[in-house]
Nanobody, 118 residues
């Protein structure tokens, strides 16, 4: 079992930066693939970024040049550095985890709100 707790959200202005953190419980964090998803009001949840156990990374096209996902296995934490924020980045951001044997993300955090005002 993995428990995930996000933090770092908030209300910022266009062009600002935020760093989201996701702290994971458990002793096998380094073997999990981790990801960030987001859900804006009235929209479906969408993939934002992922980082594999071997540090492979993938991004949603619209954030590729602005967001950076990283992990610190010593701290059981995954990060999402978000720069040049836009109003369309406004959403609840969720951290997710899956084992390398699973295709689906089976563990989710409670979410953290990011609001970008213009």
């Amino acid at each position: 079992q993995v428990q995930l707790v996000e933090s770092g959200g908030g209300l910022v202005q266009v062009g600002s930066s935020l760093r989201l953190s996701c702290a994971a419980s458990g002793r096998t964090f380094s073997s999990y693939n981790m990801a960030w998803f987001r859900q804006a009001p009235g929209k479906e949840r969408e993939f934002v970024a992922s980082i594999s156990w071997s540090d492979g990374k993938d991004y949603l096209d619209s954030v590729k040049d602005r967001f950076t996902i990283s992990r610190d296995n010593a701290k059981n934490t995954v990060y999402l550095q978000m720069n040049s924020l836009k109003p369309e980045d406004t959403a609840v951001y969720y951290c997710a985890a899956r084992t390398i044997t699973r295709a689906e993300y089976g563990y989710w955090g409670q979410g953290t709100q990011v609001t970008v005002s213009s």
